[in-house]
């Protein structure tokens, strides 16, 4: 057999093992402290409420982020989604990878791309937001998670609320659906590995964004809600009854915002 044809014979394990070398890569950039100059929290309770609220109005340079903050804090967010969405998103791309195998070689890492950028967008509006936060003194800077308890359950009430909704459902169902996805959304080609890579990653985007906001709540930097997201999302998109997961943390993220509120 050619060189090339072995090549893409073996394209669909190739593209898995790189997708589990990138995801590893990514956690362990996160375990090492993402570049933040501080080393990441393990904590099951929000991270910032445990801390002295007047502390973030004391640091100094609440808001002053220089050019080189911005672009760390920008590749952490970036990263951490990489860490976080990339696990739940692989069994789409190796189908894509499979799918186009039989006609041409498949632009898989066209595809990964796309998807990757969806979520480049978002790292941008969260770091936008954490330095809008910083600003405003509502992040804590030890824990890198608000330390206003309503924000803090604020978050948690709406990302409960946005769980059970239409919208979630709508978008959960395209990520729930890679054969279908592929099927109706097909374009041939590196740029249309592209545009679909960039379109189901914001359906991703649309179904778990409110997921990653928790972050402000649990902390940026917390390793175990970090982990306990990553499984929450993959339980939503691959189990069969990953709506029913999806509700049920909803209706516990409402009930934890409301002790948290009334606490």
Same mark, same amino acid.
């Given at each position: 057999?050619?060189? &090339?044809?072995?090549?893409?014979?073996?394209?669909?394990?190739?593209?898995?093992?790189?997708?589990?070398?990138?995801?590893?890569?990514? &956690?362990?950039?996160?375990? #090492?402290?993402?570049?933040?100059?501080?080393?990441?929290?393990? #904590?099951?309770?929000?991270?910032?409420?445990?801390?002295?609220?007047?502390?973030? @109005? @004391?640091?100094?340079?609440?808001?002053?982020?220089?050019?080189? +903050?911005?672009?760390?804090?920008?590749?952490?967010?970036?990263?951490?989604?990489?860490?976080?969405?990339?696990?739940?998103?692989?069994?789409?791309?190796?189908?894509?990878?499979?799918?186009?195998?039989?006609?041409?070689?498949?632009?898989?890492?066209?595809?990964?791309?796309?998807?990757?950028?969806?979520?480049?967008?978002?790292?941008?509006?969260?770091?936008?937001?954490?330095?809008?936060?910083?600003?405003?003194?509502?992040?804590?800077? @030890?824990?890198?998670?608000?330390?206003?308890?309503?924000?803090?359950?604020?978050?948690?009430?709406?990302?409960?609320?946005? +769980?059970? #909704?239409? &919208?979630?459902?709508?978008?959960?169902? +395209?990520?729930?659906?890679?054969? +279908?996805?592929?099927?109706?959304?097909?374009?041939?080609?590196?740029?249309?590995?592209?545009?679909?890579?960039?379109?189901?990653?914001?359906?991703?985007?649309?179904?778990? &964004?409110?997921?990653?906001?928790?972050?402000?709540?649990?902390?940026?930097?917390?390793?175990?809600?970090?982990?306990?997201?990553?499984?929450?999302?993959?339980?939503?998109?691959?189990?069969?009854?990953?709506?029913?997961?999806?509700?049920?943390?909803?209706?516990?993220?409402?009930?934890?915002?409301?002790?948290?509120?009334?606490?």
């Amino acid at each position: 057999m050619p060189l &090339w044809s072995a090549v893409l014979a073996r394209h669909r394990l190739i593209s898995l093992v790189a997708l589990a070398v990138l995801i590893a890569l990514a &956690w362990s950039w996160l375990f #090492s402290g993402a570049g933040m100059g501080m080393a990441p929290t393990v #904590s099951l309770l929000p991270s910032g409420l445990a801390e002295d609220p007047m502390l973030a @109005m @004391m640091m100094p340079g609440d808001g002053l982020w220089t050019a080189a +903050q911005f672009v760390v804090t920008l590749a952490m967010w970036w990263v951490m989604m990489v860490a976080m969405m990339l696990p739940s998103a692989a069994p789409t791309i190796l189908l894509y990878a499979r799918a186009v195998h039989a006609t041409a070689r498949p632009a898989t890492e066209s595809f990964t791309l796309g998807y990757l950028l969806a979520w480049g967008v978002f790292s941008l509006i969260a770091t936008l937001a954490q330095w809008r936060l910083a600003k405003a003194a509502m992040l804590s800077p @030890m824990a890198m998670a608000t330390s206003s308890r309503p924000l803090a359950a604020a978050l948690l009430i709406a990302a409960g609320v946005y +769980q059970i #909704s239409p &919208w979630k459902d709508a978008c959960l169902r +395209q990520c729930r659906s890679p054969a +279908q996805f592929l099927s109706r959304h097909f374009r041939p080609g590196w740029s249309g590995a592209l545009r679909m890579g960039m379109l189901h990653g914001a359906w991703c985007v649309g179904c778990c &964004w409110m997921l990653m906001a928790l972050l402000f709540a649990g902390g940026i930097m917390n390793l175990a809600w970090i982990a306990l997201l990553t499984l929450l999302v993959a339980l939503e998109k691959l189990l069969p009854w990953g709506r029913a997961v999806s509700v049920a943390a909803g209706l516990g993220c409402i009930l934890w915002g409301w002790v948290i509120l009334v606490g």
